[in-house]
């Protein structure tokens, strides 16, 4: 069974940085290539995704308003997702939840973007606030 546990939450004032982590168990990710996602949900909004890596190689995604600002990244011996958030902003504030599901080799492409669907494991979220 997938579990994903997400830290590294917590306030920061504008222009700050925080780094998220994702502890995943139960990945195979010796055997498998999973797409790994960072998504948030802001008070009174949709989810969306933020930034997407695939295990093993296959790119990155990040969504427009994180560029060059925000990284993704997938410690394969620790079995973590991290997210580098740099320059924050107060509309990065909301609840970051990382999110993943296994992939076969010709999936691994971010035509799509970062979407719910095509996720299949979730973590219970980490809540992020920026004060300006």
């Known amino acids: 069974q997938v579990q994903l546990v997400e830290s590294g939450g917590g306030s920061a004032q504008a222009r700050g940085s925080l780094t998220l982590s994702c502890a995943a168990s139960?990945?195979?990710?010796?055997?498998?290539?999973?797409?790994m996602g960072w998504f948030r949900q802001a008070p009174g909004k949709e989810r969306e995704g933020v930034a997407g890596?695939?295990?093993?190689?296959?790119?990155?995604y990040y969504v427009d308003s994180v560029k060059g600002r925000f990284t993704i990244y997938y410690d394969t011996a620790k079995s973590t997702l991290y997210l580098q958030m740099n320059s924050l902003k107060s509309e990065d504030t909301g609840m970051y939840y990382c999110?993943?599901?296994?992939?076969?080799?010709?999936?691994?492409?971010?035509?799509?973007?970062?979407?719910?669907?095509?996720?299949?494991?979730w973590g219970q979220g980490t809540q992020v606030t920026v004060s300006s």
């Open positions: 999110a993943t599901r296994s992939v076969k080799l010709h999936q691994r492409d971010w035509s799509r973007g970062v979407r719910e669907e095509d996720f299949q494991y």
């Open positions: 139960g990945l195979a990710d010796s055997v498998y290539y999973y797409r």
């Open positions: 890596i695939y295990t093993g190689g296959g790119g990155t």
